[in-house]
């Protein structure tokens, strides 16, 4: 079975430009994470969805952070101007509301650089 | 300021050792979740303990639950190099929805 996918693996940017990340999540899957993890903050909850709604964003650094969930199979987490301090690696996250626990499947994340 | 706080952030012993990982915190927590994670990989679930003074096994894993539901340990029997990852703990704070996670222990198991 296909997990979450998210791409691209790998994001080099210059400061000032945008970025944005991609997520598949599991397929019947009707919550969807978006994390940030830094050796400094450890893994940040930015935002969550459950079915494609927006239900928390409280942990959105700031503006320049968004994202969207237009269907149940794809998010997006864009970054509009990026800075050096969004430096870090972005996991995406799904989860079965049915499956009892709190049980979240990661993605294999995204690694961005921005000089 | 951390909710779950984990110790030791660090961790280096030799194969064959027995260590354990403490995840603590002030506040009262529905469930907590141990997760192993991979260098290049997105943390992955190992267990998850719901009920004060729980505990489980996973071959030579052991996890418990304080009967508190404030804390939480991992242990290991005879560690392996393949155990060697980043284990972060997680939990969803009573009367709460999301999940926090600790800043994680960092394991190297030497040959």
């Known amino acids: 079975d296909a997990g979450v996918i998210q791409s691209p693996r790998h994001e080099v940017t210059e400061m000032g430009q945008e970025v944005t990340l991609r997520c598949k999540p599991i397929s019947g899957h009707n919550s969807l994470f978006w994390y940030r993890q830094t050796m400094m903050r450890g893994l940040e909850l930015l935002i969550y969805f459950n079915n494609n709604v927006p239900i928390d964003d409280s942990g959105m650094p700031e503006d320049r952070f968004s994202a969207k969930m237009p269907n149940a199979s794809f998010s997006t987490l864009k970054i509009q101007p990026s800075e050096p301090r969004d430096s870090a690696v972005y996991f995406c996250?799904?989860?079965?509301?049915?499956?009892?626990?709190?049980?979240?499947?990661f993605g294999p994340g995204t690694r961005l650089t921005v000089l | 300021t951390q909710l779950l706080e984990q110790s030791p952030q660090f961790l280096s012993i030799q194969e064959g050792e027995n260590l354990t990982v403490y995840c603590n915190s002030s506040s009262v927590f529905s469930s907590l979740q141990w997760y192993r994670q991979e260098p290049g990989e997105g943390p992955v679930l190992l267990v998850t303990?719901?009920?004060?003074?729980e505990v489980k096994k996973l071959k030579r894993l052991t996890f418990q639950f304080g009967d508190a539901r404030k804390d939480s340990s991992l242990h290991i029997t005879a560690a392996q190099p393949g155990d060697t990852g980043l284990y972060l703990c997680?939990?969803?704070?009573?009367?709460?929805?999301?999940?926090?996670f600790g800043q994680g222990t960092r394991l190297t198991i030497n040959p």
């Open positions: 997680a939990g969803v704070p009573q009367g709460a929805q999301k999940l926090v």
């Open positions: 996250a799904s989860r079965s509301s049915g499956s009892g626990a709190d049980t979240q499947y």
């Open positions: 303990v719901v009920t004060g003074g």
